[in-house]
């Protein structure tokens, strides 16, 4: 893939973090990155995603396993899922291929956070981690 193609994001966990920061930036600014999927299991979260930006329902899925049985449909994964997921949710999604930026931490415990190292090497794919600010003492305050 050439550097000025955009790539297709699928976030996974529509909350505050991938609706209202990733998708939201996607949307306002040019970042290079298309949102064109989302998986939810809140319905009503997920058909609000699905409205402020323009996801066909071909493309919403209500579970992780719906969306990896389905046709490959973007680039790079978004996983902004509460952190004791982060880790089987990463590790289902790299086995599937996907590129991937995930919220830190990536696992709550040290043997996850180990084992991510050889689930990325095995799968293939690359594993983005995102050092947002959420746990800085400012912003905790």
């Known amino acids: ?14 909350g505050a973090r991938g609706n209202r ?5 996607i949307s306002r600014h040019d970042t290079g990155f298309e949102t064109v999927g989302v998986v939810e ?4 979260r997920r058909r609000a995603f699905q409205e402020r930006y323009d996801i066909p329902d071909r493309n919403a899925f209500a579970s992780l396993e ?22 089987s949710v990463c590790r289902a999604v790299s086995e599937a291929g996907y590129d991937i930026l995930l919220e830190k ?3 709550t415990n040290l043997a996850d956070c180990l084992a991510m190292l050889e689930v ?6 690359r594993i983005f981690v995102a ?4 746990y800085s003492p400012f912003f905790r305050t």
């Open 1 to 14: 893939m050439a550097l000025n193609d955009t790539q297709k994001v699928i976030i996974i966990g529509a």
């Open 21 to 25: 920061v990733f998708a939201d930036l």
């Open 41 to 44: 299991t809140d319905p009503g």
């Open 66 to 87: 719906e969306f990896l049985e389905a046709p490959r449909i973007g680039d790079i994964v978004f996983i902004c899922t509460p952190d004791p997921t982060h880790y």
């Open 105 to 107: 931490p990536i696992a």
């Open 120 to 125: 990325e090497a095995s799968s293939g794919n």
């Open 131 to 134: 050092h947002v600010l959420r």
